[in-house]
């Protein structure tokens, strides 16, 4: 690779890591992050996709597919070399016969690798980037362990006292140096770990193959070290080995390994036939720490395959138990059979819909990601919805990131008729039924499909919810808080315009059915039409804004204060009900305030108090549910 041009910063000693991720012309693609190592993070605020940004001349990315592959292969010679080393030791005769090529082939791969670490860039630490500088590499590899260890369990010292003095020798000594290539296990956890965390490959199967070579590898080493021991022993016909079989040490290797495996296994599994056992005073003490050491490791294994078991069942557990919970709670409450099958179908479909649900997907995402997987999720529900047609795009995506989406169940409530609305609802999929209860009796007045809206009568006109609105078959909706969207609309004047005239169209083109279940409505819509008329009898046309109704004037500014008029005295409240207080938006002047209240008293008044008598001076200063007394 060709080394590119730099900028005046020292940037040619390291480069953020995440650009190489895309270089496909030395490296290939990373298709899954999951399966880089944790220590190989990016920095916060790299830009991904740069693919002009490129490494040193004979500079390696330690994530370089290909890089990865050759680690890959080195991982399986390590599994030879955790075969061979105990097994040398125990056999000193397979050490300098058929294996010897074979070892001086996997040294010759491992000092390769050696050479190739020197032009591996390597991640800082304190600021997660990649050092490129060749002098750094070097000292970081030469002032580590890792080169003295690596360079040890590579040098084959039986192959080169054989070459200095001419002559083979079976030494115990060159059996303890081969057991310096053990150092390279540590590539095998690695590895495991590494395999762990990638999502393409199965957590439990992973973890219970690495449970496998474990064992394995610790049976494979007790009973070599066990053999070791016999064939050192003074009297060959004391030990475990020679008192089963006379003269052991000429018989065929692969009997003795045979043997050696089948004792280390009945051990381990503490079945203990009694066929082989110890005989002097080495082999017992060996044998003692050997059961000892099976203790700790049964326990080992026996506590990961539980964790991995019950891992898989734990969300099982949880839901039994939830639902032994509500039917407890609905037997000790004598709830209904309605209510409560209602309460089980919203807990079963809670359980089986969990991977859907956002709110856990995304709860430990940054915010920008969380709007972005919302946006892509939600923003074309919301813009088609009646109240945000026509919006800017900076109100939609404000409002998309305070969006919580949920699952319900068929013939379940999700607004109930009187209850206090906090929230109105949007249908992503499915549909529900708008009913009212008269008498006792149910009525329906209308189905809802997708993205279509419901709720957002009892926000905006802060009332209870004048329907209950239940799901007919499994519904998805996005839920928006009265909170969130009131501080959306109050700095976004054109767009709080857009949203009235939008909300006044729904509630014009509503059906007389629904209508007629919200005299406050009624009343609003025939106010509405009677201000208008009398703003243009006024002749105010060159100030067409302010011609608009004060509701809609207001809204059109910032959301809608309402206030409760009286057209008379606070001490002097009249008996009849005939001139009870009315609820109307403030508008912007004291003027149109009195003209309001003459239209609806019937008389025109000149003084506005409030309840304590305290005379009004100044609108802005009134606040939400205030109650104003003209007379």
């Excluded at 140096?177 to 992973?206: A, G, H, I, M, Q």
């Excluded at 004792?263 to 002097?280: E, K, R």
């Excluded at 001139?579 to 305030?593: F, M, R, T």
Aim: charged fraction near 20%.
């Amino acid at each position: 690779m060709s080394e590119t041009r730099r900028s005046p910063m020292p940037l040619s000693e390291t480069r953020s890591p995440m650009p190489l991720l895309f270089r496909r012309h030395s490296s290939g693609e990373i298709r899954n992050l999951a399966s880089l190592s944790s220590s190989l993070l990016p920095a916060f605020g790299t830009v991904m996709g740069e693919s002009s940004v490129r490494l040193k001349r004979f500079l390696i990315a330690p994530y370089d597919r290909r890089y990865r592959l050759w680690q890959a292969f080195l991982v399986v010679l390590v599994v030879y070399s955790a075969w061979s080393s105990p097994f040398e030791l125990a056999f000193s005769k397979a050490s300098t016969g058929a294996l010897l090529p074979v070892d001086l082939v996997v040294d010759t791969f491992f000092a390769i690798d050696i050479i190739l670490t020197f032009f591996v860039a390597y991640l800082d630490k304190s600021t997660y980037l990649l050092v490129e500088d060749h002098k750094k590499i070097a000292f970081r590899y030469l002032t580590h362990l890792w080169f003295p260890m690596d360079v040890a369990s590579t040098l084959p010292f039986q192959a080169i006292y054989r070459v200095v003095t001419g002559k083979t020798s079976r030494a115990q000594v060159f059996g303890f140096l081969n057991l310096l290539r053990l150092w390279r296990l540590r590539r095998v956890s690695k590895f495991f770990s590494r395999l762990e965390k990638d999502t393409r490959f199965s957590y439990f199967w992973t973890r219970y193959f690495k449970l496998i070579c474990v064992t394995l590898f610790a049976v494979h080493s007790a009973g070599c070290f066990y053999y070791w021991m016999a064939t050192r022993y003074h009297n060959s016909e004391s030990t475990w080995m020679g008192a089963n079989i006379p003269g052991f040490k000429s018989r065929s290797v692969w009997l003795g390994y045979t043997y050696s495996m089948y004792w280390s296994i009945v051990t381990l599994s503490t079945v203990g036939y009694g066929d082989l056992h110890a005989v002097n005073i080495e082999e017992k003490i060996f044998t003692i720490f050997y059961m000892l050491f099976n203790i700790g490791l049964t326990a080992y294994l026996i506590g990961n395959m539980t964790n991995l078991i019950v891992h898989t069942a734990v969300r099982t557990f949880v839901m039994r138990d939830a639902i032994n919970e509500i039917l407890r709670y609905a037997k000790k409450n004598r709830l209904p059979e309605g209510l409560r099958e209602q309460m089980l179908a919203h807990l079963t479909l809670k359980f089986k819909t969990a991977e859907l649900q956002q709110e856990q997907v995304l709860e430990d995402l940054p915010k920008a990601i969380r709007s972005s997987i919302l946006q892509q999720l939600f923003r074309t529900t919301l813009e088609n919805s009646h109240l945000f047609k026509g919006v800017s795009d900076d109100f939609i995506v404000q409002l998309v990131s305070e969006i919580k989406a949920e699952y319900f169940p068929p013939k379940v409530d999700i607004v109930i008729q009187n209850e206090i609305p906090t929230d109105f609802y949007i249908i992503v999929s499915g549909a529900v039924d708008v009913v009212t209860y008269k008498n006792g009796m149910e009525q329906f007045l209308s189905k809802l499909g997708s993205q279509q809206m419901f709720g957002e009568i009892g926000v905006i006109f802060n009332i209870p919810q004048p329907f209950t609105v239940r799901t007919k078959r499994l519904s998805q909706v996005v839920r928006i808080s009265h909170h969130h969207f009131k501080q959306l609309v109050q700095p976004l004047h054109e767009d709080g315009k857009i949203i009235h005239t939008n909300f006044i169209q729904h509630l014009k083109g509503l059906k007389k059915e629904e209508l007629a279940e919200m005299p406050l409505v009624s009343e609003f819509l025939d106010d509405l039409i009677s201000e208008e008329v009398s703003m243009n009898e006024a002749g105010a046309q060159n100030q067409q804004e302010n011609e608009i109704s004060p509701t809609t004037s207001s809204l059109s500014k910032t959301p809608p204060t309402r206030v409760i008029i009286h057209g008379y005295q606070p001490d002097h409240k009249p008996k009849s009900g005939g001139n009870a207080g009315k609820l109307i938006h403030l508008p912007d002047s004291v003027e149109n305030l009195l003209s309001i209240a003459e239209s609806k008293f019937g008389r025109r008044g000149t003084t506005i108090v409030m309840a304590d008598g305290s005379q009004v001076e100044d609108l802005a200063a009134l606040r939400e549910d205030d109650h104003l007394y003209i007379f």
